[in-house]
Structures are given as structure tokens and as C-alpha cells.
């Protein structure tokens, strides 16, 4: 019988354990499946039949008619979007953790909601009321306020759907958030020092959220330049109904600023983790030298 302390030898000629194929396999065909495609879609825009190689298709993309009022358009959107649903989110999430745990359920379902409606409904709803509300309150002040939220230059009608349709995305980066960090003690630890409900909200829990914040207006601010359904049949052209309408007359013209705007969204992205893991190393090494410093003072 083999004893628990024995282990076999390893043979000179032997291999060792094989490594499972599976996840490099995966990556590869993963990898496969998101480059071909954008390999396809470069070679559309840079080999032109009759002129060979060439860039006239991103050179013409900032001179193009529409490119810079509609991108314009959509970073304003994202920045009202995400400042919206993170006021009325991270107050919601914070309150639900410390004083009414059993409302976190519910909150839960009210934000993951959206997902279930499709953005046609959504849409559907939205025109309805749109409708009805100048047509029923012609002779009410909240004429104006129909008016002024369908405003082409601003609409804040698309910052409202955009803001519903984001909260599932921002609700869970935030809870995720929320999980790692021991709130309570925070609040309590701010309240004790004299600091009011607000300012213990933005003093002590929201710098250990900056990473859930980081990763909720990444995606709201993803979700809102590349959104096109509630847009289009509201009658908005924001950044990618103009690239729908673009690759009618310029199929090529086209291609190329959904390359760019992927390449703006990764950068976008790549910058966010950047910030979010970036360490205090000069604080840290603060923390660390005052000890030192007070043991050399002692000493003498």
C-alpha cells in the first residue's frame, strides 16, 4: 500500500501534466470571431476598386456633412445621461444597503426592469405620451415643457429613455461595488466626525466607488453612442442614426466612422481601467514614512 507521504518519481523521459486545451481554444476562436470582421470591414474601407489603397475614406469623415453636430450631440446625451441615472442610482443603492435592506430586492427588480421591455415598446410609450400631451394640455403651462423636452438640438426626451434603459447596467456595477466596501462603517466612521448624511455620501463612501462609478459611465456612455432604435423613430440623429443615413449615399464613409467610434469606445474604455487601478503611491509611501519619522524623534 502507498503511504500519504509517498510521491512516484518523475521519469527522465516522462512528460509532465498536460494542460487543458480548452481555454486557449476558446480565446482563439473568440479572437477569430471579433477580428475578422474588423479585418474585413478595413479592407472594405482602405482597398477602393480602380484606386487601390488608400485613406480617402477616414480623411473625408471630419469634413463629412453632419459628423460633428451629430457626435456632438451624442457626448452631450452621455454626459446628461450618466450625471442623471448616477444621482438618482447611487442614493438609492446607498439608502437601500444602510437603513431599508429588505426594499434591495425591490429596488433590484426596478432597475433590472428595462431589460425585459424591448426599446420598440419603450419607444411606442414614449411617442404616445408625446402625442397626447400636446394635444390635451395646449392650454396648460406643461405645454411648454413637451415642447422643450423635443427639442432637436437637445432632446432631453432621449436623455430620459437612455437613462431608464442604462439602469440595469449601472444598478449592478454599483451593487458589485457596493459588495466590496463596508458602507456602514464609512457612514458611521463620517457621522461620527461631524459630517452631515450628503457629505458623508460624497466624502467617505463615493472615493472606495470610483472603480462602480468608472465602470457605470463606461457603459452608459457605451450605451448611449452606439443606441440607434429610440433614437431613429423618435426622429433624433444622434451619432448613429448619422451613420445609418450616411452609408446610404457612402457605404465606405460609413464603415469607417463605425471603426472610429469603436476604436474612440475602446480607447474610452482602456482609459476608465487606467484611472480606476491606478494606486496612490504617494500616499502610501506618506503613511509609511511618518512612523519613521516619529520613532527617529523618540529616539533622541
Given at each position: 500500500?502507498?503511504?500519504?507521504?509517498?510521491?512516484?518519481?518523475?521519469?527522465?523521459?516522462?512528460?509532465?501534466?498536460?494542460?487543458?486545451?480548452?481555454?486557449?481554444?476558446?480565446?482563439?476562436?473568440?479572437?477569430?470571431?471579433?477580428?475578422?470582421p474588423l479585418l474585413a470591414s478595413t479592407?472594405?474601407?482602405?482597398?477602393?476598386?480602380?484606386?487601390?489603397l488608400t485613406l480617402s475614406s477616414y480623411t473625408r469623415i471630419f469634413t463629412a456633412a453632419g459628423f460633428t453636430g451629430s457626435l456632438l450631440l451624442s457626448l452631450?446625451?452621455?454626459?446628461?445621461?450618466?450625471a442623471l441615472v448616477l444621482l438618482v442610482t447611487v442614493p438609492a443603492a446607498?439608502?437601500?444597503?444602510?437603513?431599508?435592506?429588505?426594499?434591495?430586492?425591490?429596488?433590484?427588480?426596478?432597475?433590472?426592469?428595462?431589460?425585459?421591455v424591448p426599446p420598440v415598446a419603450l419607444t411606442a410609450g414614449l411617442g404616445t405620451v408625446l402625442r397626447w400631451g400636446p394635444e390635451k394640455l395646449s392650454t396648460t403651462p406643461l405645454y411648454q415643457t413637451f415642447v422643450a423636452v423635443q427639442n432637436p438640438d437637445f432632446p432631453l426626451v432621449l436623455v430620459l429613455a437612455?437613462?431608464?434603459?442604462?439602469?440595469?447596467?449601472?444598478y449592478r456595477a454599483l451593487d458589485a461595488g457596493l459588495r466590496s466596501v463596508d458602507v456602514r462603517t464609512l457612514v458611521e466612521a463620517a457621522r461620527d466626525c461631524?459630517?452631515?448624511?450628503?457629505?458623508?455620501?460624497?466624502?467617505?463612501?463615493?472615493?472606495?466607488?470610483r472603480g462602480a462609478l468608472l465602470n457605470a459611465s463606461f457603459l452608459t456612455l457605451a450605451l448611449v453612442l452606439g443606441e440607434f432604435?429610440?433614437?431613429?423613430?423618435?426622429?433624433?440623429?444622434?451619432?448613429?442614426?448619422?451613420?445609418?443615413?450616411?452609408?446610404?449615399?457612402?457605404?465606405?464613409?460609413?464603415v469607417a466612422v463605425s471603426l472610429l467610434s469603436l476604436l474612440l469606445?475602446?480607447?474610452?474604455?482602456?482609459a476608465l481601467t487606467t484611472v480606476g487601478n491606478r494606486r496612490r503611491t504617494p500616499r502610501s509611501s506618506r503613511t509609511f514614512e511618518a512612523p519613521a519619522a516619529s520613532q527617529g524623534k523618540t529616539s533622541r
Open positions: 500500500m502507498a503511504r500519504l507521504g509517498d510521491v512516484s518519481p518523475i521519469r527522465p523521459g516522462s512528460r509532465g501534466p498536460r494542460r487543458p486545451l480548452g481555454r486557449p481554444l476558446v480565446l482563439l476562436l473568440a479572437g477569430v470571431y471579433f477580428l475578422v479592407v472594405f474601407t482602405v482597398n477602393v476598386p480602380g484606386q487601390g452631450g446625451l452621455a454626459a446628461a445621461t450618466v446607498v439608502a437601500a444597503r444602510l437603513s431599508a435592506p429588505r426594499l434591495r430586492p425591490v429596488l433590484e427588480v426596478v432597475c433590472t426592469l428595462p431589460l425585459v437612455y437613462a431608464v434603459m442604462a439602469l440595469p447596467f449601472v461631524g459630517a452631515s448624511w450628503p457629505r458623508a455620501l460624497v466624502s467617505a463612501v463615493l472615493p472606495n466607488l432604435t429610440v433614437a431613429s423613430l423618435l426622429g433624433f440623429q444622434p451619432f448613429a442614426v448619422w451613420i445609418v443615413q450616411a452609408s446610404g449615399s457612402d457605404a465606405r464613409l460609413s469606445t475602446w480607447a474610452l474604455l482602456i
